[in-house]
C-alpha cells in the first residue's frame, strides 16, 4: 500500500521525537523512509553555510537508522517550510 514514509525534521527534539515511531513501522510496513531538512529564504552565503551544516545532519540521522536495516534517503530544499514539505 504506502511505500515510503517523509520525516520533515529541523534539528529540535521536537521534530526527532516523532523517529522512534516510525522505526518501529517502517520494517514490518516495508517502507523507505525519507528525511527532508527545509533551510528557510536567506542570502546565498547563509544558505551555502546551512546546506552544509543539513546535509550533515541528515547524514548522521541516516546513518543511525541505516544500522537498523532500515532503507532511509535524505533531501535539503530552500524555501518556505510548509511549502517544501508539500511540495515534496
Not at 522512534?20 to 525519507?34: K, N, S, T, V
Request: cysteine-free; glycine content about 4%; proline content about 7%.
Amino acid at each position: 500500500m504506502y511505500k515510503r514514509v517523509l520525516v520533515a525534521v529541523d534539528g529540535s527534539e521536537t521534530a526527532e521525537a516523532i523517529l522512534p515511531f516510525i522505526l518501529r513501522i517502517a520494517g514490518p510496513l516495508d517502507l523507505d523512509i525519507h528525511l527532508l531538512r527545509v533551510n528557510p529564504p536567506a542570502p546565498q552565503e547563509v544558505l551555502d553555510a546551512a546546506q552544509m551544516v543539513s546535509e550533515v545532519y541528515l547524514a548522521q540521522l541516516a546513518r543511525e537508522i541505516e544500522t537498523t536495516g532500515l532503507r532511509v534517503k535524505t533531501a535539503v530544499r530552500e524555501g518556505i517550510p510548509v511549502d517544501e514539505i508539500l511540495a515534496t
